[in-house]
């Protein structure tokens, strides 16, 4: 049961689509969190979003174009994506390479989703994060 509910999850997550849809906080913070803290801690965020960027970069160009950015992330991610994406474009070429988009999303994990900023993001943090 619980290697069926992990398999779903990666699927889930490698699909590029939110961490957020359809994946309960527990079950997402139990996946991401290697060293078994009960947190992920920023080494633990980043390494998964690693493992993400060859399936979010869809046609391997080693850059995430603005849609292929834009589609990697959860809905309030969307919302923001043509500025974010320009906000880590330092070479202002219009996409990302993979550090852009890790320092995307190590910021991402410092400012919004470790709220009390002690480097850690917790189960309640992900939900205060998902409410509306
Ligand atoms: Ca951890
Ligand atoms: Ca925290």
């Not at 049961?1 to 913070?29: C, E, N, W």
């Not at 690693?50 to 603005?66: A, C, I, M």
Request: aromatic fraction near 12%; charge should be negative; glycine fraction near 4%.
């Amino acid at each position: 049961m619980k290697r069926f509910a992990i398999a779903v999850l990666v699927v889930a997550m490698s699909a590029a689509t939110a961490l957020a849809q359809g994946v309960d906080p527990d079950t997402a913070i139990a996946f991401l969190d290697k060293n078994q803290d009960s947190a992920v801690d920023l080494d633990e965020y980043i390494a998964w979003q690693q493992s993400r960027f060859e399936t979010v970069d869809v046609n391997h160009n080693g850059r995430l174009s603005l849609v292929e950015f834009r589609d990697s992330l959860d809905a309030r991610g969307r919302h923001n994506a043509e500025k974010s994406l320009y906000a880590f474009d330092v070479r202002g070429v219009g996409s990302l390479t993979a550090t852009e988009f890790l320092r995307f999303h190590a910021y991402v994990f410092e400012n919004i989703l470790d709220r009390n900023r002690d480097g850690k993001w917790t189960v309640d943090e992900y939900r205060a994060y998902l409410q509306p």
